[in-house]
Each structure stands twice: as C-alpha cells, then as structure tokens.
C-alpha cells in the first residue's frame, strides 16, 4: 500500500509541477506573436519576385536558389540551437534570434546585388532558428502530454496569420508605392517599392525581440523516460536515437517533407498568377491574404483539438493519423490548381490545399513529441526542422529548374504541379511501415514526461 501511495503522491507532484494553464497560454501567446513575425519575414519576399526579377536580371532558376537559401541555413543552424535550447536560457535564445533576423530582413531590402540578397536571406534563417526549437521545449515544460495539441495547433497557426499578414501588407504597400512612386525613410534615404516593403515589415521585430528579455520561462521537466529507451541528454545521444528508430523517424518525416516541399515551392504563386490569369501580384496578395486569415487559424485550431480529444480517448496515433489525413488532401490539390481553366477556380481549390497543408504543419510536431523523450526534445525537433527544411528548399529549386530549363518560364504553373508528384512517392509508400513502427515506439515510451 505505502509503495503505490507514493506512486500516487510522485504523480500528483509532476503534475503541480507545470506551470498554470494562464502562464502556459500567455507564453504560448508572446511565443505565436513572435512566430507570426518570422513568417512574415519569411513569406514576403515571395510576393516580391517579379520587381526583383527586374532589378536584378534574374532567372526563375536563380529565384528558385534565393528562395531556398532561408532553409539551407534555417536547418543547419538548427543543430546548434537545438543542443543550447536544451541547457541555455530558451526566452534569451529567442529574444537574440528575433532581432537578427529583423535585421537581416532590413538587410534584403537594402541589397545591391544578387549576392548580398543571398546573404541577406541566409541571416533571416539564421535567426528563425532560434524560434520553433525553443518554442516546442517551453511548450513540453508548460502542458501535459494530453493537452499539448492545441497550444501547439495555436502557435502553428502563425503560419497561415503571418503569410496572411504578409499577403495584405505586401498588397496594400506595393498597391501605395505603386500610386505614389518611391518612397523615403530616414537613414535609408529613397526606396523603390520592393525595398521599402521589406525594410517596413522588418523593423517592427527589432523592438518586439526586447520583450524577451524579460519573460519567465517555464521550469525544465525532470526526464523520467527508461533507461532502455534513452539514457542521456546529449547530441550523441540525440543521434543515436535516431539511428535505433531511423526508419520510423524517416518515413514519418518524409510527410512533412513533402508538405514543405510543396510550401515552399508556392512561393512562385504570385507569379504563376500574373503569367498564366493574368492577376497583379496586389490582387493575388489580397485574396490570397484574406483566404489564409480566415482558414489557416481556424482550421490548426480545430486540428489540435481533435488531436487532444482523440489522444485522450485512448488513441495512441492520434496525432499520426490526422497528419495522413493532411496529406491525402494536400497532395491532389497542389497539382489540380495548375491545370483549372481560370484564376479563381484554380484559387478555390488552392484554398483546400491551404487546409491540407495546415493539417499537416500543426499536428507534425505533436506526433512527434509523442515518440521523443524529455531530455533530447529540443535537439530531436532541431534535428526536425533540419530535415524538413533542407528537403523542402529543393521545391523552389525543383520550381525553377523546370521553368527555366523544361517548360519555359511563361509555363510556370506546370513547375510548381510537378512538385507534388515528385515528393509525395517515398512517403506514400512508407505509410503502412511507419504507422507500425510509430505504434511500437509509443508502447515503449511509458511512464515518464514524453
């Protein structure tokens, strides 16, 4: 009796050891609002190609590089983050992060060539990954296992807010600058439009990254997982982690690999629109804008609810599972949109892609907290945005290969539908091995804070 009465007691105890639900969520709340700025940044310069295009004298294949070069150092940088998110003070990594990669977006904005536009790039991905790794840490100190989906489902949700936010204030400046010309600001002196877009949307982060510095963050939950799955909190251990689960972690990231993939590639949108229907890159921005408003949130919402409410029931994949649904909807509509007959039936159709590539994006870091102990959390998600970032670059690269070197680049819009094709096959076929495995590594996660 007195053995299970301090079992009882033990439970009781880790449980008062989260934070409260109102400390939880206003973190969650500071840690979304950065995310919407990241993205922000992020997106923009999507919106952008075609002025740039004209300054520079680029190609689709040289976009297609500059739009990736945000990933390739976004993942690698990853790494290191994920190892000092584990041991360092995460707010303080977040606060430094958000005003690097404000500054870098300033920087891209004033770009003089194709080189400095590059490097520029490649800083605002340096600073973003700071973000997410620190975010999904504090997260797992902040809620329970079965009450993860839905603070995870809201921070995910800047994504569709931040690209939306983008779309409208992309439109409403471009749509200005257009009417009146160039434009000044102290210290930078006359700016065409495109720059003075970059250089408004960057600022903002530089004074909201302060806010960091004094935020409390959540206590690190003591690692209760067995021995015999983990036994440290070190890279090496990180890694060899991996290695004795390699083909569940591959097959179950490759889903999110293709999503990013197709996310990325989508930052040629804009252009297919105005190549192939006709639609300024201000039209585009503002119905493009409005549709992520009001789906993305909504939609990430409801997808991290019904994960919590499923894993609650008892389901052990729940999570597993509605990232398969994403994917049987997200793959099938980022083809169709290229080949519909007008702008506004291919956009109606893009907007169910935007609810797969959602589901997908929300519900990806939740399953996979379920098969990650405590102690290599940070370094594991790290590791995540790694693989799913260097994967998904290849989708403006693949893009810009096609356009410039098969299609011809007034045919664009069969660039960005091969992309699907191509990235969805390893995935697919993987599905029914993943699953298994993922159940199996589950049962073996028992017991402890996952």
Known sequence: MSSEGETQGEKQSETKA??????????????????????????????????????????????????????????????????????????????????????????TGT?????????????????????????????????????????????????????????????????????????????????????????VVGLPGLFFAALFLFIRE??????????????????????????????????????????TAIAYSQGFLAPVFERTWGWSPQTYATVNGIALLIIGPINMMLMGTISDKWTSKGVPDAALRLMYIGFFIMVPTAALPMFMPDAWSAFAVLCLNTVGIGIVSAIGVTALLVITPA????????????????????????????????????NLRFAVAGVPFIFALIPLAMMPMTRRRYLAQVQRIEGGVS
């Open 18 to 107: 989260y934070p409260s639900a109102a400390a939880g969520w206003l973190l969650v709340l500071l840690l979304t609002l950065a995310y919407i700025f990241s993205f922000v940044d992020r997106y923009i310069l999507g919106l952008l190609i075609e002025p740039i295009k004209a300054e520079f004298g680029l190609s689709d294949r040289a976009i297609g590089w500059l739009l990736s070069a945000f990933t390739w150092v976004y993942g690698f940088v990853g790494i290191f983050m994920g190892w000092l998110i584990d041991r360092g003070r995460r707010t303080w990594i977040v606060a430094i992060g958000m005003a690097l990669w404000s500054a870098a977006t300033v920087a």
């Open 111 to 199: 770009a003089k060539n194709f080189f400095q536009l590059f490097t520029a790039r490649m800083g605002v991905g340096v600073g973003e990954a700071t973000l997410s790794p620190a975010t999904f840490s504090m997260i797992g100190d902040s809620f329970p296992p079965e009450k993860r989906g839905k603070p995870i489902a809201f921070y995910s949700s800047a994504l569709p807010i931040g690209a939306g936010l983008a779309s409208l204030l992309s439109g409403a400046v471009i749509a200005w600058t257009a009417a009146s010309g160039n434009q000044s600001l102290p210290l930078f002196g006359e700016l065409e439009p495109w720059r003075f877009t970059l250089i």
């Open 375 to 410: 102690q290599i959390r940070g370094q594991i998600v790290a590791l995540y945005y790694l693989a799913i970032s260097w994967f998904g670059s290849l989708g403006p690269i693949v893009v810009g290969e096609l356009s410039s070197q098969v299609f011809g680049e007034d």
């Open 218 to 259: 959540p206590a690190r939950r003591p690692a209760q997982t067995s021995e015999e799955v983990i036994a440290g909190n070190g890279i090496g251990d990180a890694f060899k982690y991996i290695l004795d689960n390699f083909a569940l972690y591959f097959g179950f990231v490759m889903v999110v690999c293709c999503m």
